[in-house]
């Protein structure tokens, strides 16, 4: 069993920066597929990025609307995943969660696809 803990979530102005974290235990997650997943009211949730555990070579995937902004890294001494944003935009405002997807592993950009969450971290960007 996966515990996640996400943190670093708040309010920030549009143009500005935050670093998510998303603290493992439990066991090591250096294999897992890692990603991260953001919910907005009313909206369904939303694939933000992916990386790939050792087994699956370390790829990263980014959705569209956040690449070239958003930087997924992972610490696998800490057990931690991290997602810096940077040149953030009021349409990024919403609750973001962590993820971890065991062997077998499912697609990176789908919910379904991960096996255990963290509880989430708001994110609100003011115009």
């Known amino acids: 069993q996966v515990h996640l803990v996400e943190s670093g979530g708040g309010l920030v102005q549009a143009g500005g920066s935050l670093k998510l974290s998303c603290a493992a235990s439990?066991?090591?997650?250096?294999?897992?597929?890692m990603g991260w997943f953001r919910q907005a009211p009313g909206k369904e949730r939303e694939f933000v990025a992916a990386?790939?555990?050792?087994?699956?070579?370390?790829?990263?995937h980014y959705a569209d609307s956040v690449k070239g902004r958003f930087t997924i890294s992972r610490d696998d001494a800490k057990n931690t995943v991290y997602l810096q944003m940077d040149s953030l935009k009021p349409e990024d405002t919403a609750d973001y969660y962590c993820?971890?997807?065991?062997?077998?592993?499912?697609?990176?950009?789908?919910?379904?696809?991960?096996?255990?969450w963290g509880q989430g971290t708001q994110v609100t960007v003011s115009s």
């Open positions: 990386n790939m555990g050792s087994w699956s070579g370390g790829r990263i």
């Open positions: 439990g066991r090591t997650v250096s294999d897992y597929n």
């Open positions: 993820a971890a997807d065991r062997p077998p592993f499912g697609y990176c950009n789908q919910p379904g696809g991960y096996d255990y």
